[in-house]
């Protein structure tokens, strides 16, 4: 297995909603046809081989009206939202989704973007998302209570360091 983060190919499709079917409740339901239409429109769309893991993401500027990418932009400017990342049972532990975030972190860098965000669930919990996030430098900046969903969710940001060599062991 390849553990260099690569874009999306036609050949993921299928096994990115297969994985994404497995975590609905902390993602959120996706068809094939939403599935296009998010890598269309992310600015960060990368998957590990192997059918291991993937993550999407969208810059602060695009053409995205999820409603937690809307709350960041109403707060920030410069920033990236990870709309979802997910890493299959098989593959978990190996560092993955370390792997797609240090990645993003350097496209972040690149893009001149000041702060990745995301948002994980408290209830119900995600007590794996929770720690992984503070190991890797995010804090809260916020909550809310998504109606649609019944559920609540913690907002979260991690500040992108000037230099790349900055953020590893972070």
Known sequence: MKNTPRH??????????ALNRLFEV???????????QLLQKASYSRVVDDRAAFLIAFAGDSDYDSPNFLWFKGRLER??????????????????????????????????????????????????SDAFHQAMGFTEMGAAYLEDRNKTVRYLRRALADKPSDMMGT
């Open 8 to 17: 999306f190919s036609a050949a993921d499709l299928d096994w990115v909603l």
């Open 26 to 36: 902390e993602l959120a339901p996706l068809s094939r046809a939403g599935l296009i």
């Open 79 to 128: 920033f990236i939202y990870v709309d979802r990342i997910a890493v299959s049972q098989a593959h978990r532990g190996r560092g993955l989704a370390r792997i797609l975030y240090e990645d993003l972190f350097h496209h972040g860098l690149h893009d001149n973007r000041d702060v990745i965000v995301c948002e994980v669930n408290s209830k119900p919990p995600n007590p794996a």
